[in-house]
């Protein structure tokens, strides 16, 4: 019988991190399941285990972020963090620091969350930024990196509000009319994404490899 194996999850309260952390908790293939949270989090499954801890503090744990596969969700939006400094320190910085850590803990594979579009050469501050912390995860050296580039993100919390939901009705008429070259920037759920990175995580190939959209609804 194969082995179980360990993960690691950085972000597993947001939303993308949520989706995933219930698929890492339900599979048979992982026996030990790690989540680095900023306070703990309703969730007493016999598999995880928490480790409270932020960006000021991961170097504290240092002795905890060993683990096979290690995926970061890691991010925030302008509306919820408007300084310019802050936002970077959580979509940078604090992904960069966490590919650091746990690749000098032995972390052979990483699966990070960027964005569709992202760029380190763009003018755009938000397509810069997740460009360079792909560029900066690049380099740490892991076995096998995946990067997945979703567009808009669906499947939110606060559905019913009726934004929420006007906006979901107006994406399911304009995702048809993006073909080709604009497919990826179809909007996705969230759960498609969590589910792709799950899968990834699991095919024993070397290298670097960006996921966009219509690829993490097209493979099995």
């Known amino acids: 019988m194969t082995a179980q194996k360990s993960a690691l999850v950085f972000g597993a309260t947001g939303l993308i991190g949520g989706h995933l952390l219930q698929e890492l908790l339900n599979s048979p293939v992982y026996g030990d399941v790690r989540a680095v949270v900023r306070r703990e989090i309703a969730n007493s499954h016999p ?82 930024m997740k460009g360079e912390t792909e560029r900066d995860v690049s380099t740490v050296g892991f076995k096998k990196l995946r990067i997945f580039r979703p567009s808009l993100l669906t499947g939110r919390q606060q559905e019913t509000r009726w934004l ?48 966009y959209g219509d690829e993490m609804r097209d493979r099995t």
């Open 47 to 128: 598999k995880l285990r928490q480790l409270v801890s932020d960006y000021q503090s991961i170097n504290e744990l240092k002795a905890d972020l060993a683990a096979d596969d290690i995926f970061c969700c890691l991010g925030t939006t302008r509306k919820k963090t408007p300084n310019l400094q802050d936002y970077y320190r959580i979509d940078h910085d604090y992904p960069v620091m966490a590919a650091r850590l746990t690749k000098a803990c032995g972390g052979q594979t990483f699966l990070l969350v960027s964005a569709v579009g992202a760029d380190a050469g763009s003018s755009n501050f938000y397509l810069r």
């Open 164 to 211: 929420e939901r006007l906006s979901e009705g107006l994406l399911a008429v304009i995702n048809p009319l993006l073909v080709g070259h604009w497919k990826r920037y179809r909007s996705i759920p969230a759960a498609t994404v969590a589910r792709a990175m799950y899968r990834a995580a699991q095919r024993d190939i070397t290298g670097i490899h960006i996921h």
